[in-house]
Nanobody, 124 residues
């Protein structure tokens, strides 16, 4: 059974940083483009960031550009999301996703696997 397991969420003050991790049990991790999405209470799911199979290109949602950085370590089957200068509006459940093609993944299409989510709360 394929699994994506997120970790690293928690409570942080505005202006602080967190690093999320997503570990995959995917048979060939570097087959997949990887992405992060988030969903705040009462809001639709929002694209955050995506990274191609070997680390480039990367894509970011407008609301996180310049503050968040996505990276991956294929040897560890792990993708990361470094979140800096956090704002209360970044509060959400963050989900990891895997898909074979990065452009559709950015549009939340043709996603093969989702993680269970990790909570991020940013206090003001």
């Amino acid at each position: 059974q394929v699994q994506l397991v997120e970790s690293g969420g928690g409570l942080v003050q505005a202006g602080g940083s967190l690093r999320l991790s997503c570990a995959g049990s995917l048979g060939t991790f570097n087959t997949y483009a990887m992405g992060w999405f988030r969903q705040a209470p009462g809001k639709e799911r929002e694209f955050v960031a995506a990274i191609a199979r070997y680390g480039a290109p990367t894509y970011y949602g407008d609301s996180v550009k310049g503050r968040f950085t996505i990276s991956r370590d294929n040897a560890k089957n792990t993708v990361y999301l470094q979140m800096n200068s956090l704002k209360p509006e970044d509060t959400a459940v963050y989900y990891c996703a895997a898909g074979l093609l990065i452009e559709p993944l950015v549009r939340s299409q043709y996603i093969d696997y989702w993680g269970q989510g990790t909570h991020v709360t940013v206090s003001s």
